[in-house]
């Protein structure tokens, strides 16, 4: 199970924002991070805690607080076009699942 | 370009059946675990099932086991998935999804756009 915070976040250009993804067991680095907007299929932002995606700007980056459970998203610098659904997902074991998702507006 | 293009979706019936496509071109289909993930209306992301590149290891979620079946063609560069005993509750966006490796589940680094399924009678 991957339980998001925020569900909801409203948030303004240029500030830096947090997303916060426990699992409830450890899953080692297998983290992923993906951007989905309004009637778009979701793109992938961040793979294995922390690795960027070719193409993803800069702002957006991935942490992990060691402990295989928490990970974390962070845009430093938002952008209007960064008002999106932000999901984590976790490919250490099967079910594969899905946080529920965060929204920032 | 790489592209994956469900089709398929459409009305079912309760109980009813149908058969969801997806083509892949722009990349060696044969060599990538795919998965299908669905998206209810308003809702988050579920992971539905995954097949192996050769196909010969399957993976269901449990709310899908019995009732649907994941299965490919290299030949055809060609997910499928045969939704058996419908239910209104399957009612969603299906995207096929491409993994990074051929046996093991990775980050899905290629989408489709979705193919609608609306299960109502």
């Known amino acids: 199970l991957l339980t998001q915070s925020p569900d909801l976040q409203s948030v303004s250009p240029k500030q830096k924002v947090t997303i916060t993804c426990r699992a409830s067991l450890s899953i080692g680095n297998s983290v992923h991070w993906y951007q989905q907007k309004p009637d778009q299929s979701p793109k992938l932002l961040i793979n294995?805690?922390?690795?960027?995606i070719s193409g993803v700007p800069s702002r957006f980056s991935g942490s992990g607080g060691g402990s295989g459970r928490d990970f974390s998203l962070t845009i430093d610098g938002l952008e209007p076009e960064d008002a999106a659904t932000y999901y984590c997902h976790q490919s250490s074991s099967l079910p594969i699942t899905f946080g529920q998702g965060t929204r920032l507006e | 370009e790489m592209q994956l293009l469900e089709s398929g979706g459409g009305l079912g019936q309760p109980g009813g059946s149908l058969r969801l496509s997806c083509a892949a071109s722009?990349?060696?289909?044969?060599?990538?675990?795919m998965s299908w993930v669905r998206q209810a209306p308003g809702k988050g992301l579920e992971w539905v099932a995954g097949i192996t590149a050769s196909g010969a290891v399957t993976n269901y979620a449990d709310f899908v086991k019995g009732r649907f079946v994941v299965s490919r063609d290299n030949s055809k560069n060609t997910l499928y998935l045969q939704m058996n005993n419908l239910r209104t509750d399957d009612t969603a966006t299906f995207y096929c999804a491409r993994g990074q490796f051929s046996l093991s589940y990775s980050p899905f680094d290629l989408w489709g756009p979705g193919t609608l399924v609306t299960v109502s009678s």
């Open positions: 722009g990349f060696t289909f044969s060599n990538f675990l």
């Open positions: 294995y805690e922390s690795e960027s």
